[in-house]
């Protein structure tokens, strides 16, 4: 008796240790994790986003960065419309996380500057920009970006990718197991 009681001590005490690590661990997950650090201790941010094809205000969809696990860059159904993004990090922040490129990838992998055709320019709070997917977003930042359809309907698709339909599967949805999301081409 006294043996089978150690056996299931040390087997709980292994799934607390193993459990204590992995949350230790998932609260630090971001993007790309380079840079200089912007906070020690996450970030709760609202950014707005307005995307324009051929002139004409687009929706960003709900669920962005939350169908197949809860990305730290994320849209909800409640202010999606709006253009909110919800940039909730635990842990340390960089700056390389902060790219706008970083949540064009959590949206399905898409390229920042071809992604609902061509990009022809963006505007953070007013002013010209010209780093695009390099920019790195601010709290309360208002970014807008004007692409030029090319005649091709199916670039201006802004649909959420669906675990399971056509090609995209739940990792490669997933930002923290996408290889090319470390690349500095963004």
Do not use: C
Request: hydrophobic fraction near 35%; avoid cysteine.
């Amino acid at each position: 008796m006294k043996k089978i009681s150690a056996v299931w001590w040390i087997i709980g005490a292994g799934l607390v240790l193993f459990g204590l690590l992995w949350f230790a661990g998932s609260g630090s997950r971001t993007p790309s994790g380079s840079g200089d650090v912007v906070a020690a201790n996450g970030i709760h941010w609202h950014p707005q986003l307005t995307i324009y094809v051929d002139d004409e205000k687009q929706e960003i969809p709900p669920n962005i960065g939350l169908v197949g696990g809860h990305q730290p860059m994320h849209t909800h159904v409640e202010d999606a419309p709006q253009g909110i993004l919800h940039f909730e990090f635990g842990g340390a922040v960089r700056t390389g996380d902060l790219h706008l490129g970083n949540f064009f990838r959590i949206w399905g992998n898409k390229d920042i500057q071809t992604a609902f055709g061509t990009l022809e320019r963006m505007t953070v709070n007013g002013e010209e920009n010209m780093e695009y997917g390099d920019y790195e977003v601010q709290s309360e930042d208002k970014i807008e970006l004007f692409y030029m359809s090319n005649n091709d309907a199916s670039r201006t698709n802004l649909s959420v990718p669906v675990p399971g339909v056509g090609s995209d599967t739940v990792d490669e949805m997933i930002v923290n197991k996408n290889p090319g999301l470390n690349s500095s081409n963004e």
